[in-house]
């Protein structure tokens, strides 16, 4: 089964703008712990949302996933700085293979938000997206 939140996690990863703001500071699913002594810094975690799946009764190998692009940052500008450069590399995917999954498309799913975080109060930037890729793993 393809992996789509290490895909998502690889595309932000390999993104110039995006590494030049949090180097390779990307993480699926949640922010590790090694990274909370450190913080706050940039850095972004995607992590599944749920959503409606695009599953045509299995016609299709092809699945839809909403997710979240958290970004954090020193200051709520830096924060949504980075959100914006992840945005700018998602949005440009079309027929990607990365990590084995071929991404067919990223689009936005909603506008985006700034706040604190309710336990550390570190600044970040949240934006929601859906994408549709391909449910078989490239060889």
């Known amino acids: 089964m393809a992996d789509i939140v290490t895909a998502i996690v690889e595309i932000l ?3 110039a703008a995006v590494a030049a703001l949090c180097g ?12 909370t ?3 706050p810094r940039s850095c972004i975690v995607v992590q599944p949302s749920g959503g409606v799946s695009f599953q045509a009764g299995g016609y299709v190998d092809a699945d839809t996933q ?3 692009l958290i970004a954090y940052g020193a200051s ?17 995917v079309r027929r990607e293979v990365s990590s084995g999954v071929l991404v067919h ?24 997206f859906q994408t549709l890729f391909a449910t078989q793993e490239v060889i």
Not at 114 to 120: E, I, L, M, N, V
Request: proline fraction near 6%; hydrophobic fraction near 40%; charge should be negative.
């Open 24 to 35: 390779v500071r990307v993480f699926g699913n949640e922010l590790p712990d090694t990274e």
């Open 13 to 15: 990863k390999a993104d």
């Open 66 to 68: 909403r997710f979240d």
């Open 37 to 39: 002594p450190s913080m």
């Open 76 to 92: 709520p500008y830096l924060a949504d700085r980075l959100r914006n450069a992840g945005r700018d590399a998602l949005v440009a």
């Open 105 to 128: 498309w990223v689009q936005s799913a909603g506008g985006f938000l700034t706040a604190r975080d309710r336990d550390g109060q570190w600044p970040f930037a949240f934006q929601s």
